[in-house]
């Protein structure tokens, strides 16, 4: 008899006219397979262990449209399907696994090689295609952009959403261009030399087209999560929900040839097993990737602080590769715009910023007012690879109530120094469209469901959710279309005034990461961070080898007058944001061409210097 663990999930087509179809439906007694190729046939399918279901269909070709008929009565879309071309109610579709990959000499790139990208496919242009991304790849790469990272693309209800509400793990999303326009795009970045990470969500599946229920136990009510019923990790039939999810990652990984997967708010999945459902996907993935002979990197989105998520497993971690650092964030926003509402409240802006800088995290056990609790503990001697950070990212400007970005509170000194502490970090860096030039538009929340009860649902619940800040302006519509378009990035900002200025400024610190020894190396033991809080100055000598700089921040908004060690040797600026090539505010005499031993120095307000030994020639 044939098992139910010798065939892959969904529909899988030979490429030469025979299909297989496994679907997981212990709910059933009897399963049927519709199928329009065009013409129509109804096929039983072969009962297998643990409720799996098979069948395997002569005469089937990319394109056969489907559905599963449960029970001879009600029939419903495949969970595993591939392609929705009508969207997330219409029937499930067919599709060839063939593509003409040219990335064969493509081995993936070390984490601390990853200058990450992060962009929204809808928003990032004027089309909202995968296609239409790839002409932007090669302005990117010259910005000293190495890998970019996709919003989810699972299909979600109709053609606008944040991704988040994707309800079909495995279907690329039919308006962005299908299952073939993302393979174009990792192909085309992969020709770029550029790494592509996928935002995956395995903590919820959206509500709308949300049929998993109808075919199995994908759901417990042992516990909730803010977007929608908790997924079953750990209750009875949880093996099967995790292999749903662990066979999805590693189709990312396979069939699309994508780098990395960011994993969506794993603090959302309450799993108490002893081997958690995100380590064991993790170890599935980095299997896969040495099979491969690839480099695949498994990245999380978590709000616990806690070191356990990337520690290897032989020191009883799970053995990611990195986790989002939101301490950072809020800890220079802070510095930046003193502001206190909500989270911010937790934060006291430079101090915290040091502190991110010389341990990873702010929080390690402090109390957290806003929490109520305490939390987070110690990241150790851990790499700095292991930590993602950030001065905006799709959260951090589209969870405001208005979607503003940085830029529309920060002076542009202000965005400089943001950009330096960024990327002169011994952490692994993520911008976020449009900010490597000022971008202006707002990235606000969008939705297009079809169900009206859902949509006014969501008002209410974006109305709830900023509650506790002290944000002005109306809530945008998020069912609004103007809602979307208001979110598109406008490429023509970067060849203009300051904005072109700001990209270039960029330009220059990512440069200066990649060429120096010093601040490519992300080894956090080879760091010193020296803070003067009185002139809200603080500075981080780091170095590798032979290399060494030194990176000197000043949130203030005086001018700052600072006595200095400079380690031995002789020094020069390499790099000053308020120089004049950076529009800045400077005009005073520079001082000595070269600094060494105890000096005396000037920093201009709200500005980053870095310094490296003269001997070093760019």
């Known amino acids: 008899m044939r098992s139910a663990y010798d065939v892959s999930l969904g529909a899988i087509h030979s490429g030469t006219g025979k299909c297989s179809f496994l679907v997981w439906a212990p709910r059933a007694k009897k399963m049927e397979i519709r199928v329009t190729d065009p013409r129509e046939r109804t096929v039983p399918m072969q009962a297998l262990e643990r409720g799996y279901f098979f069948a395997e269909i002569d005469g089937i070709e990319p394109g056969a449209l489907y559905r599963y008929r449960l029970n001879g009565d009600n029939e419903w879309p495949d969970p595993v399907s591939r392609s929705q071309p009508q969207g997330v109610h219409g029937p499930s579709e067919v599709i060839s696994q063939q593509f003409p990959w040219t990335d064969s000499s493509w081995h993936g790139l070390a984490l601390r090689d990853y200058v990450i990208y992060e962009l929204h496919v809808g928003t990032f242009t004027e089309e909202g295609t995968f296609d239409a991304i790839i002409p932007r790849l090669r302005v990117l790469k010259e910005l000293g952009i190495t890998a970019i990272e996709i ?5 979600f209800p109709g053609s606008r959403n944040w991704g988040y509400d994707g309800v079909y793990a495995f279907a690329v999303q039919n308006s962005y261009g299908g299952p073939a326009g993302l393979k174009r795009l990792v192909n085309a970045c992969h020709e770029q030399g550029m790494a592509v990470v996928l935002d995956v969500v395995y903590n919820h599946i959206g ?7 109808k075919f199995g136990f994908y759901f417990t009510d042992m516990y909730k999560t803010p977007w929608g019923e908790a997924l079953n990790f750990e209750q009875a039939h949880s093996d099967e929900v995790r292999r749903y999810f662990i066979e999805n990652a590693l189709y990312w990984i396979t069939d699309f040839h994508v780098d990395a997967l960011r994993l969506d708010a794993i603090h959302a999945i309450v799993d108490p097993s002893a081997r958690p459902f995100v380590q064991e996907l993790a170890a599935a993935c980095h299997s896969r990737a040495k099979e491969s002979n690839r480099e695949v990197q498994i990245i999380a989105e978590s709000n616990r602080n806690d070191q356990k998520v990337v520690s290897p497993l032989e020191q009883g971690g799970w053995g990611l590769d990195a986790e989002w650092n939101d301490d950072f964030h809020h800890s220079l926003r802070v510095a930046i715009t003193a502001e206190q509402g909500g989270y911010y ?5 430079l101090e915290d910023l040091v502190l991110a800088f010389r341990d990873g995290f702010a929080y390690s056990g402090r109390y957290s007012k806003y929490r109520q609790k305490s939390y987070g503990n110690a990241f150790g001697d851990l790499s700095g690879e292991k930590l993602v950070i950030f001065s905006q990212n799709h959260d951090q400007v589209g969870n405001r109530k208005v979607g503003d970005r940085l830029s529309a509170s920060a002076s542009f000194e202000q965005l400089k120094l943001a950009a330096a502490s960024v990327l002169l970090s011994p952490f692994v860096p993520l911008l976020f469209m449009g900010e490597e030039y000022g971008e202006t538009a707002p990235f606000q929340y969008f939705v297009s469901h079809g169900d009206a009860a859902l949509i006014e649902a969501v008002r209410k619940g974006r109305e709830e959710e900023f509650s506790s800040f002290e944000w002005q302006g109306e809530l945008p519509d998020p069912q609004d279309d103007g809602t979307f378009q208001r979110s598109k990035i406008n490429w023509e900002l970067s060849t203009t005034g300051k904005h072109q200025i700001l990209r270039d400024y960029y330009r ?3 440069r200066l990461r990649r060429e120096h020894a010093a601040l ?3 080894d956090k033991k080879r760091e010193k961070v020296t803070e003067l809080k009185a002139q809200k100055v603080f500075w981080v000598h780091r170095w590798e080898g032979e290399s060494s700089a030194i ?7 005086g001018l700052a007058q600072i006595e200095m060690q400079f380690p031995k040797g002789s020094w020069i600026r390499t790099l000053d944001s308020a120089e004049d090539r ?3 505010s400077k005009r005073r005499a520079e001082g000595p061409a070269e600094y060494s031993g105890a000096e005396k120095l000037q ?8 310094f490296v030994p003269s001997n070093v020639r760019e």
């Open 603 to 610: 920093i201009e307000p709200w500005s980053a210097v870095l």
């Open 551 to 557: 990176a000197v921040f000043h949130f203030g908004d």
């Open 151 to 155: 919003m989810p693309v699972n299909q």
């Open 520 to 522: 490519k190396s992300l």
């Open 345 to 349: 409240q937790d934060f006291n802006g």
């Open 207 to 213: 509500p709308e087209g949300n049929y998993l229920s």
């Open 508 to 510: 220059e610190l990512l």
């Open 582 to 584: 950076w529009s800045g």
